[in-house]
C-alpha cells in the first residue's frame, strides 16, 4: 500500500497522536514542546503551538474546536484553535502523563506521574474531582462510562463514570514486569488490551464480563 508522508512534522519524539471523529483533523504532540494540528487529507499543518515544556497527551474537546493537553509543565491546558490562546484549566502536582476528554459525561480526565487521577467539568467552572491512586499512570483509556488506567505497578484500575467514578475494577496485569506502555478498552467496554515496553500485548476482560479465566490470553510482538 502505498504511504503518505507529513513534512513539517515535530523535531523530536512524538508522544500522542488522536484523529478527530467528525473531521480530518489529526493531533500531534511531541517531545519538543510542541503541538501541532494537520489535516490529515492534505497532509497540511494547520497549526502549531509551541509550549514551555514536552506534552505528553493530547485530546480534542467535544466539537473539535480546541485541544486539551498536558506534559511535564504540569498543567492542564485547552489551546482554542481559531484564536489560539491558551486556557489554564488545572495542575498536577508532576508531569500530566494522559488527557482523554469524554463526551458520555461531558468531563475531562487526566492522569499523572503524582499518582492520580483528575476529573474536571468545566461546565461548572472546571471543578475538580480527585481520585488518589496507588502509583503513577502511564497510560488511560476512556470509553462506555469507564475510565481504565494503567499504572507503573503493573497494576490496571477502573472507575464508572456514572456513580461518582467509583473504582469498580483492580488486578494485576497479565504483560508479565515490563512497564506498560499504552492501553486501550474494547468497543463493548468489556474489557481492554494492554501493552508493554517489551512488546507484549495482552487482552483481559472485567470478571463480571467473561468470568472464565481462559478468555484472558497474551502475545509477543
Known sequence: ESETYIKDIPSDGITALKYAKTSDNLLVSSWD??????????VDLSLKH???????????????????FGGLEQKVKKLDFKTQTEMN????????????????????????????LKIWDERSGSKEITRELS??????SVCRNKVTLGMANNKVVVYDTRSSNE????????????QIRCIESMPDSEGFAIG??????????????????????????
Open 33 to 42: 514542546n510542541t503541538l501541532n494540528l494537520y489535516d490529515a487529507y492534505t
Open 50 to 68: 509551541e509550549s514551555k515544556a514536552a506534552i505528553l497527551s493530547t485530546d480534542f474537546n467535544e466539537d473539535e474546536t480546541a485541544a486539551y
Open 89 to 116: 484549566i488545572g495542575h498536577h502536582d508532576e508531569a500530566v502523563r494522559t488527557v482523554e476528554y469524554d463526551p458520555y459525561s461531558s468531563c475531562l480526565y487526566t492522569g499523572s506521574w503524582d499518582k492520580t
Open 135 to 140: 502509583d503513577k499512570v502511564y497510560a488511560m
Open 167 to 178: 473504582l469498580i475494577y483492580e488486578e494485576d496485569t497479565g504483560i508479565g514486569k515490563y
Open 196 to 221: 508493554s515496553i517489551e512488546g507484549r500485548i495482552a487482552i483481559e476482560y472485567f470478571k463480571d464480563s467473561k468470568p472464565e479465566e481462559s478468555s484472558n490470553f497474551s502475545f509477543k510482538c
